[in-house]
Nanobody, 124 residues
Framework: QVQLVESGGGLVQAGGSLRLSCAAS????????VGWFRQAPGKEREFVAA????????FYADSVKGRSTIARDNAKNTAYLQMNSLKPEDTAVYYC?????????????????WGQGTQVTVSS
């Protein structure tokens, strides 16, 4: 089992930045690929970014590519999502997820463990 807790969300003006953190506990975090997903009001949850166990492979949704960076620190059992040049359409609840596999994937159903989410609100 892996327990995940997100933090770092909040209210920010358009053009601003936020860094989300995902703290993991339980089984060895370094064995798990990690993904970030988001869900806006009235919309389905969607993929944002993913990173492999080593950090050597990353994937990004087109909507955040070039504005966001996913990273991890296995010594701290923590993953991060740095988001820059935020837009109102980035407003959503952001979820961290981990899978029982070292390979990153954009497929939501491939993730086994989920956090409770952190709210990101971008004002125009």
């Amino acid at each position: 089992q892996v327990q995940l807790v997100e933090s770092g969300g909040g209210l920010v003006q358009a053009g601003g930045s936020l860094r989300l953190s995902c703290a993991a506990s339980g089984r060895t975090f370094s064995d798990n690929a990690v993904g970030w997903f988001r869900q806006a009001p009235g919309k389905e949850r969607e993929f944002v970014a993913a990173i492999s166990w080593s950090g050597g492979t990353t994937f990004y949704a087109d909507s955040v590519k070039g504005r966001s960076t996913i990273a991890r620190d296995n010594a701290k059992n923590t993953a991060y999502l740095q988001m820059n040049s935020l837009k109102p359409e980035d407003t959503a609840v952001y979820y961290c997820a981990a899978r029982s596999d070292f390979r990153a994937t954009i497929i939501e159903s491939a993730y086994d463990y989920w956090g409770q989410g952190t709210q990101v609100t971008v004002s125009s």
